[in-house]
């Protein structure tokens, strides 16, 4: 059987119960009021008394001052007292002690205002009474606004302070009574429904409180559980990334060796179908990897100078050729010479990557214009296009990862909802501002503003490692990969990459020599192999860091270039290996980016 406690009293509730924390914020409440009303009165005691010692004797009055200057004396030792009990007891004990408490305050508080009628009747003039009646009246009218949050404390101060006084009213008016106790009762009835209005509307304010704070606990729970779930994702996309990445690097090498040596003009749809789904997966892969590196704090903004026609000229060698494949012109306006932004380098490329091929996905003619322009004290970095467009509904969703509009799937079904989401991440961890303007069926005009900065030279040695700094983004066009010639060697502990690695280079024309650890590389070496170029992956099974073992090689062979190429997300050697200006490289690889590189690198083989 529930307690009475349980089930709570018809003052504290109105459609739903309160909890006893809730009732004891309600006995705060009016213990509060209570007091304020209580060291009201002896001030306004003493004017009574005063104006009416003028005519009368004044005795009764003034003990009747006496009494509340000592009245509230004892209620700031009350309060005292109920201060200390709030830090000691719990809510239900602190509402079983003083709710009767300030209930018998406020029965003798009521007793008090009802006091000075008694003294003065059939004694006072008509004017000291009318004006004692009406204090009394705003007395009651103030407390049935404000001393209502627990209704029983308040309707002992209004059967003592107001009802109990409507009979004398019959000796204090004795010619004017069949007037007055009409008005005085119409009085009681209002303050009476005023009271309980009063009252319902602190409940509510309670029942408000403790919703929201019901409210907010649940969201705080349902952030710390999706906090909880997207941490569970990234640890095992970083655990689980090197080996998930292995096979879809060996596919793409191998897709790419089979088409560059197939000479069978019936099998070049289908492998061309083949290599369009291992691009894909790769730009699934890299978008959802590089998301999860931004949404785990594992990406840091290193802001500096970037100078945008270096960059502009980027965009536009990678993107140039896709463009022209799809009948599209693509333009680049270019800002003033030595213009930069304060930037990070990385992090801005990929964004501005990501939206030049965006808007090359979703134009079917027209063309995409890459141009900046001076706002706002800094640059505005635009993208434009005479595509799709984007629906009103849908633009502040578009940034969304896994999002893509419903008429983007009509032009392009190879997309994973992931370009734009990147873009927004980065542009949030670099403080820039983005969006975006658009029309459905007109087109649309991407955006990301960055602060001016003024261009520093940048190290010219670095030039010799980083090589080329072209990225596919989620899908560049496929040029004509010509033949390549030099010398590679690459150090790769698993046999169906390695082997991947052989099909693709030998069908580039590059002559390679494959490793699994460094003793067989320098096996390699000591054998009187001169390597031009040096792939290394970064977690081999001998245990030994692919770094080191790079940087031993190139020391050794001063002439070589040399990158890194693994599949890890977090590794302190790669961002070792990135800070001193070597190129890493991110399986799955994309060879177009790949025979760039090695383009730099190598001698190119012109055929006649």
């Known amino acids: 059987m529930a307690s009475p406690a349980a089930a709570p009293p018809a003052e504290w509730s109105d459609d739903a119960p309160i909890s006893m924390e809730g009732r004891a914020r309600l006995l705060q409440m009016t213990f509060g009021l209570l007091l304020t009303s209580i060291f009201v009165l002896p001030l306004l005691a003493l004017t009574l008394t005063l104006f009416y010692a003028q005519g009368h004797d004044a005795r009764w009055m003034w003990a009747w001052c006496g009494f509340y200057a000592l009245f509230a004396g004892v209620m700031v030792v009350q309060r005292r007292l109920h201060l200390r009990d709030r830090k000691r007891l719990d809510a239900e004990a602190l509402v079983r002690k003083w709710k009767p408490r300030l209930e018998k305050c406020a029965l003798l508080h009521g007793a008090g205002i009802t006091a000075p009628m008694a003294i003065v009747a059939g004694h006072a003039s008509y004017d000291f009474a009318l004006l004692l009646l009406v204090t009394n009246a705003a007395i009651i009218v103030g407390n049935a606004t404000l001393q209502t949050p627990v209704l029983s404390v308040f309707m002992r101060l209004f059967m003592a302070g107001w009802n109990a006084s409507l009979p004398l009213l019959i000796w204090v008016f004795p010619d004017h009574w069949p007037f007055i106790l009409p008005l005085a009762l119409l009085h009681s009835l209002i303050i009476y429904r005023h009271a309980h209005t009063t009252h319902r509307f602190f409940v509510q304010q309670i029942r408000l409180e403790e919703r929201g704070a019901q409210m907010a606990a649940r969201y705080l729970a349902a952030r710390d559980e999706a906090q909880a779930a997207l941490e569970e994702k990234n640890r095992f996309l970083s655990t689980a990334a090197h080996d998930l990445r292995q096979p879809v690097h060996a596919m793409g090498l191998l897709a790419e060796a089979i088409a560059r040596r197939n000479r069978d003009g019936g099998l070049d749809a289908p492998l061309a179908d083949l290599q369009r789904s291992v691009r894909s997966v790769n730009l699934m892969f890299n978008s959802l990897l590089d998301l999860s ?14 100078a945008l026609d270096a960059l502009f000229d980027d965009v536009l060698a990678l993107f140039r050729e896709e463009a022209r494949t799809r009948g599209l012109r693509l333009r680049v306006r270019p800002p003033r010479p030595h213009a930069a932004v ?39 970095i635009e993208v434009w296009d005479t595509g799709v467009g984007v ?7 578009i940034y969304s990862p896994f999002y893509r509009p419903r008429n983007a799937w009509n032009i392009d079904n190879n997309g994973h909802g992931l370009g734009l989401a990147v873009v927004a991440r980065c542009a949030k961890l670099m ?133 890194m190429v693994s599949g890890e997300l977090h590794s302190p050697d790669l961002q070792e290996a990135e800070n001193q200006g070597y190129l890493v490289l991110s399986k799955p690889l994309d060879v177009v980016r790949l025979h760039a590189v090695l383009a730099q690198w190598l001698t190119p083989r012109y055929s006649h």
């Open 293 to 306: 590196r931004i949404e785990s704090g594992h990406v840091t903004a290193h802001a500096g100078p970037v």
């Open 342 to 380: 304060l930037a990070d380098a990385d992090l801005l490329r990929q964004s501005v990557v990501n939206l030049v091929h965006n808007a090359l996905r979703y134009t079917v003619r027209g063309g995409v214009l890459l141009t900046a322009r001076p706002r706002r004290g800094g640059w505005q």
């Open 391 to 397: 629906a009103l509904e849908d633009q502040l969703r």
């Open 431 to 563: 403080g820039a501002d983005y969006g975006l303007v658009s029309r459905l069926g007109k087109g649309s005009r991407f955006w990301l503003h960055l602060p001016h900065a003024t261009l520093v030279e940048s190290d010219p040695q670095q030039a010799r490692y980083r090589g080329l700094a072209w990225d596919a983004g989620e899908g560049s066009g496929r040029p004509d990969l010509s033949s390549l010639a030099g010398t590679c060697m690459v150090i790769d502990d698993d046999p169906q990459v390695a082997a991947a690695w052989s099909a693709l280079l030998q069908a580039w024309g590059i002559d390679a020599r494959f490793a699994s650890c460094a003793s067989e590389a320098w096996d390699l070496v000591d054998g009187g192999f001169r390597p031009r170029a040096i792939l290394c992956d970064q977690r081999l099974r001998s245990g030994e860091s692919g770094f080191d073992i790079l940087r031993a090689l190139m020391a050794h062979c001063p002439d070589a270039y040399g990158a």
